[in-house]
Structures are given as structure tokens and as C-alpha cells.
């Protein structure tokens, strides 16, 4: 049985099917799976091994050139592969407009989310057979559920396994206990502010950990050169590729993150992972892990670096002691 995910975005939302995919290659061996998902995040996909071919779509790029021929090239050259792949079932695993219209692409019967359930009622008029997945559940639980009633078995909800391990990767000038900071964020105010991440990285230091962190534009590089200036033992990974930065964290003893999508990946991983939330609620979408905590900063309220160091230690004490 040939079966097509589609999860096209976010980054988050895509580590968040990962241990639906690992429920499904555990319990039916039989499938094989492939996955339709943003180019951008394709080096994610590829992170776990029960996905065979993964097709890119092109969304958020495509958006900006509608008119141009380009872009239906691109697009019908995806339906074309699409449907040469012949697939048993699609399940869309994201329930939204745009990845039911990515899912008709593939020409095969398509599994979702009931009106009650998924993000926009609307996709669920381009599906063959829907199901009911309450939506006061974490996205993960969601995920897991729905991939159990479309593949026909009842998932193990007590335990949590993304079924993904680290890419190799180069690790040269990152040595000893390996403290990765994610300051960056895609809205300034879940950033926490450079003085914290500085003081955070102070606090590691002391502990004798190897504070580490990166950039993908300008703004986060300024931040990350500010927490090296300050901190001399910190260690700057210039913008990389995704797989080159996910083989370092990887490798982490621990990681801080703010609310990004890397911060998620660390937790799949299963690495002691502090998630530092200031302006969105981690509800139904926060990072889970056996050695994953989310803090949240109370209205007006702020986090410090000590409170978040602390929490830091006794995911790290739990994880060591396991």
C-alpha cells in the first residue's frame, strides 16, 4: 500500500506527524510512505527514515508569482509526479484549504479531518472519508489519532516516539557539553531580549557548558554576535543549511529555544528542552518530549535566565538519572 502525507507547513506542524508516521511504520509495515510538504522544509521530512520520496511544493513562493507561466509549470509538473505515483490513499494531516487542494493533486481517494475537526471546515469537501478527532487535543495526539483511524489500528497514546534521529553532520569548533540557544523567532514579541540570552549563556558558561547558538538573517545575526561579544566561550554556527543545523542540535546536551520551530525539533529528538514562551500560548501546539517543558511568562510578568537555567538542569538531571 502506497500512501501520500501531506503536511506542507510549518516546520513545527511537520515534526508534529512524525510520531504518527513512526505509529504507522511500527503497527503496519505493509504501507510505504511518501510526503508532499514547502521545499523549505523538505531537509526536515527527510529526517525520518519511513518516508521513501518526498515532493516539494512551492506555497508561499508561488503566492508572489501567480502570473507567472513559471509557476504553472512548477505546479502542473507536481501533479503530473503526483499522479504517476499511483497512490492507495492520501491523508491530509494538516487540514487546511490549500493542503486539500495539494492532496486532489495526487488523483487518489484522500483522508481528513471531519468539518468538526479540521482547521478549515472548507478542505474537508475535497475528501472521500473523514474523521473525528476532538480539537481540544495536542496537534501530535490529533495527528496520531486520525493516522490511526485512516491505516486502521489504535495508536499507543501513552508513549511518545518521533522515530527520528540526528543527520550526520560537521561539528568542527563545537566541542564539550553542547548548550544550544534558539533565540531567533519568526514575531518580535516572542523574543526574548539580548540582555536574557546573555545571561543565560553566562549561567551555562559557569556550569561549564559550551553555550551555542546561529543566525538566519541579519537581525538574528546581530543577536547571536552580541552573546558571543559578551560571552567569549559562546560559539556562533554561521547561516547553514537546515540538516547541518538540526546534526548540531542533534548532538546537544541541552537547548533553549523561543517559540521556532527548531525548539520542536530539539524536543523530538528527545533532548532536555526548555521552551521559552513570552506572547503565544503553548496549548494544543508546544513542544512535547520525554524531556521536554514549556515556560510560560504570566501577563506583565517576565522569565529570567536563572528561572529558565533551572528548569534546564532538572530536565537534564531527569534525562541522565532515565
Given at each position: 500500500m502506497r500512501v501520500l502525507i501531506v503536511k506542507t507547513s510549518s516546520m513545527g506542524d511537520v515534526i508534529h506527524t512524525f510520531p504518527a508516521v513512526e505509529d504507522a511504520r511500527l503497527v503496519r509495515p505493509?504501507?510505504?510512505?511518501?510526503?508532499?510538504?514547502?521545499?523549505?522544509?523538505?531537509?526536515?521530512?527527510?529526517?525520518?527514515?519511513?518516508?521513501?520520496?518526498?515532493?516539494?511544493v512551492a506555497i508561499r513562493r508561488w503566492r508572489k508569482t501567480l502570473l507567472d507561466g513559471g509557476t504553472w509549470c512548477e505546479a502542473a509538473a507536481l501533479r503530473r509526479t503526483l499522479r504517476d505515483c499511483?497512490?492507495?490513499?492520501?491523508?491530509?494531516?494538516?487540514?487546511?484549504?490549500?493542503?486539500?487542494?495539494?492532496?486532489?493533486?495526487?488523483?487518489?481517494?484522500?483522508?481528513?479531518?471531519?468539518?468538526?475537526?479540521?482547521?478549515?471546515?472548507?478542505?474537508?469537501?475535497?475528501?472521500?472519508?473523514?474523521y473525528a478527532v476532538p480539537r481540544d487535543l495536542h496537534a501530535?495526539?490529533?495527528?496520531r489519532r486520525l493516522f490511526g483511524q485512516a491505516l486502521g489500528y489504535q495508536?499507543?497514546?501513552?508513549?511518545?516516539?518521533?522515530?527520528?534521529?540526528?543527520?550526520?553532520?560537521?561539528?568542527?569548533g563545537v566541542a564539550g557539553?553542547?548548550?544550544?540557544?534558539?533565540?531567533?523567532?519568526?514575531?518580535?514579541?516572542?523574543k526574548w531580549s539580548v540582555q536574557d540570552w546573555i545571561e543565560t549563556a553566562r549561567l551555562l558558561a559557569e556550569r561549564e557548558m559550551t553555550p551555542v547558538?546561529?543566525?538566519?538573517?541579519?537581525?538574528?545575526?546581530?543577536?547571536?554576535?552580541?552573546?558571543?561579544g559578551a560571552i567569549p566561550s559562546t560559539v556562533v554556527v554561521p547561516k547553514s543549511p537546515l540538516a547541518d543545523i538540526a546534526a548540531i542540535i542533534g548532538r546537544s546536551t541541552l537547548v533553549?529555544?523561543?517559540?521556532?520551530?527548531?525548539?520542536?525539533?530539539?524536543?523530538a529528538f528527545g533532548l532536555p528542552t526548555v521552551a521559552v514562551f513570552l506572547a503565544t500560548e503553548p496549548g494544543l501546539t508546544g513542544p512535547r518530549g520525554p524531556y521536554a517543558s514549556t515556560l510560560l511568562a504570566a501577563p506583565g510578568d517576565h522569565l529570567t535566565p536563572a528561572e529558565v537555567v533551572a528548569e534546564a538542569e532538572r530536565l537534564l538531571a531527569l534525562s541522565q538519572a532515565d
Open positions: 505493509d504501507i510505504s510512505f511518501d510526503w508532499c510538504v514547502e521545499e523549505a522544509f523538505a531537509g526536515i521530512v527527510a529526517l525520518h527514515p519511513a518516508i521513501d520520496r518526498i515532493h516539494t499511483r497512490y492507495d490513499l492520501v491523508i491530509d494531516a494538516q487540514g487546511l484549504l490549500k493542503s486539500a487542494l495539494v492532496a486532489r493533486q495526487a488523483g487518489a481517494p484522500i483522508a481528513g479531518f471531519d468539518r468538526s475537526s479540521a482547521r478549515e471546515p472548507s478542505a474537508t469537501l475535497f475528501y472521500d472519508v473523514t501530535i495526539e490529533r495527528t495508536p499507543d497514546l501513552s508513549t511518545l516516539d518521533s522515530g527520528i534521529v540526528p543527520p550526520p553532520g560537521n561539528l568542527a557539553k553542547i548548550a544550544f540557544l534558539l533565540h531567533g523567532t519568526s514575531r518580535e514579541d516572542k547558538t546561529t543566525w538566519s538573517n541579519g537581525r538574528e545575526k546581530a543577536v547571536a554576535e552580541a552573546i558571543a533553549i529555544g523561543a517559540d521556532t520551530g527548531l525548539t520542536h525539533l530539539a524536543s
